[in-house]
């Protein structure tokens, strides 16, 4: 590179990756943890908790093994998901079983004369017994993960590794249980197995057996009791919020500003400072790196209305204010407020192009229609608009118009032309040269071509009054002036025309903050369908 050239790196996910990691190492490493010692405490038996802890490494390496030969790589959600208990469970009913099996020979035959038989076949008898239950068990729950291997599009990215790093673990876990378990087993219980007086266990049982007592000799009160609970647990089911995903705290915001569609790159740069300077004034922002008439992906294009902002922030640890992201967030909502015909919307920088791979929009969420017309489009996107203001945490709510491009339009009347003798061709030519301009001969220089363009002077076009006095000539050599034959005026005419599945869309998007996920779609279905008609053709669709 020249020497005066120096690259200046303004993003870099290095830090995240890297606190990702940890954050994942040490929850697995926790959990690992917890298990083992949870396993120490119950079975009371060092060798029983090795035999059953070990499944645990052996069978996330078998997963990786096999998604590293598929191809495939772990991701946060797949590693973040697994479930110790359902990995271990089998390995824990076998060596259970294998264990007090062996700790009940040793006491009928004393354990001198245990310590000297050979255990093999009653350790493959006992093994072969608890596998088919196992091997049962198991089977259900990896069936239990087959809608998610159908999965498709951005969808199957996220989860496909999800399914198949839990579906090889159990997998792995099975074949575990099954082979190595009983192997391990016939050599660790070899000796002196014998069942140990687990205080714990004696403590509960002092309390489960009772209380089982009393449920079987009253089975209707049991009964009752039972329905009573999980009634006011359906109820109460009610009032929890439920989430999609839980959100990953990238470190840093994405924000998107969607100005009118008629701005000019002036204007649009006017602004853009602007909003630059509200997110500088935060302390917890380290940089701010902004993009006009573009998106952060190239091959998306969009207007001069389209500003995009990655707002860097310093590490939550280093922030001098005790203030979470969410209220950080909604301090640039209050210092933004103040632009009027701007809609802002937040998010991360992964987060939004996953979301905007999912939605089909820029925005988290999005309620779509389908139709024909842009007018009948417009008209019912305002009416869904006006009903999701109204939805408790709806927030960053705007609309991707397609109409709002100044727009002259020129309206021939086929019955006046014909009553003053003029032909379409002839008018429509006056209108192209005075306007748009046209070609009328061609220039050469060397070997290129151009086109010589006619075109009127910008004072005799620059207004609907001066665009009407433009004279067309009629069939009898006359002229007449344009507004005689035509309807003229200024519409918003199309801006942009979106499309998916052959069809044409509009579509609002908002994001949702200080209100679970669930109840807040729920609530804006309802509303929305409640107000919202369409007509015959028109389809709406909803993507999160």
């Keep these: 590179m020249p020497q005066d050239v120096k690259i200046k790196v303004f993003y870099d996910r290095t830090e995240l990756n890297n606190h990702t990691l940890h954050t994942v190492g040490e929850n697995v490493a926790l959990g690992i943890t917890l298990v083992t010692v949870i396993l120490l405490i119950f079975l009371a038996d060092w060798r029983t908790t090795v035999t059953v802890a070990l499944i645990i490494p052996l069978a996330l390496l078998f997963a990786f093994i096999l998604m590293r030969a598929k191809g495939m790589t772990a991701n946060l959600l797949s590693i973040g998901t697994i479930d110790f208990g359902i990995i271990i469970d089998g390995a824990v009913v076998m060596v259970e079983g294998l264990f007090v099996m062996l700790a009940h020979w040793a006491e009928k035959e004393g354990m001198e004369n245990f310590n000297k038989r050979a255990k093999l076949s009653r350790i493959l008898k006992t093994a072969v017994e608890m596998g088919k239950s196992i091997f049962t068990s198991k089977l259900i729950i990896i069936t239990a993960l087959l809608p998610i291997f159908a999965f498709q599009k951005v969808e199957g990215k996220l989860f496909s590794p999800l399914a198949f790093t839990i579906g090889f673990a159990l997998l792995g876990a099975l074949l575990l249980s099954l082979t190595f378990v009983p192997v391990l087993s016939s050599i660790l219980l070899n000796k002196n197995v014998r069942e140990r007086h687990n205080p714990l266990i004696v403590w ?11 449920v079987m000799k009253h089975p209707k009160r049991a009964m009752i009791t039972g329905v009573t609970a999980l009634t006011i647990a359906l109820g109460a089911f009610h009032f929890v919020g439920s989430e999609f995903l839980p959100q990953l705290n990238e470190g840093s915001i994405y924000v998107r500003a969607s100005m009118p569609l008629s701005i000019s790159l002036e204007d649009s740069y006017h602004f853009t400072r602007k909003f630059r300077q509200v997110f500088e004034q935060f302390p917890e922002v380290r940089g701010v790196i902004s993009q006009t008439g573009r998106p952060n992906d190239g091959t998306d294009p969009t207007g001069f209305f389209n500003q995009e902002f990655f707002v860097d922030l310093y590490p939550a640890d280093e922030w001098k204010r005790a203030i979470t992201k969410d209220q950080l967030i909604a301090e640039m909502q209050a210092k933004l407020a103040g632009f009027r015909g701007v809609d802002f919307g937040f998010s991360q920088p992964i987060s939004d192009n996953v979301a905007e791979a999912v939605s089909g929009v820029k925005g988290s969420m999005a309620v779509k229609i389908q139709g024909d017309d842009l007018a009948v489009l417009d008209k019912k996107i305002t009416e869904v608009f006006n009903v999701l203001k109204t939805v408790k945490g709806v927030e960053d709510l705007g609309v991707f118009r397609n109409l709002g491009q100044p727009e002259l339009r020129i309206t ?16 429509n030519a006056v209108i192209e040269m005075a306007i748009g301009g046209k070609a009328v001969s061609q220039v050469y220089e060397g070997e290129k071509k151009f086109d010589l363009r006619l075109r009127y002077e910008q004072p005799f076009r620059s207004s609907i009054e001066q665009i009407g006095n433009l004279q067309v000539p009629t069939l009898n050599g006359g002229k007449i002036p344009l507004k005689q034959i035509a309807t003229i005026s200024n519409v918003a005419g199309p801006a942009f025309i979106y499309r998916e599945d052959n069809a044409r869309f509009i579509a609002a998007k908002f994001s949702v903050r200080g209100r679970d996920l669930g109840s807040t779609i729920a609530d804006a279905q309802q509303k929305v369908n409640a107000v919202v008609k369409l007509p015959k053709g028109y389809e709406m669709e909803r993507r999160i």
Aim: net charge negative; no cysteine; proline share 7%.
């Design 412 to 427: 021939l009347n086929p019955d006046k032309m014909a009553q003053y003798g003029i032909d379409a061709a002839d008018a």
């Design 204 to 214: 509960l049982n002092k309390g489960y057996a009772p209380l089982l007592d009393h």
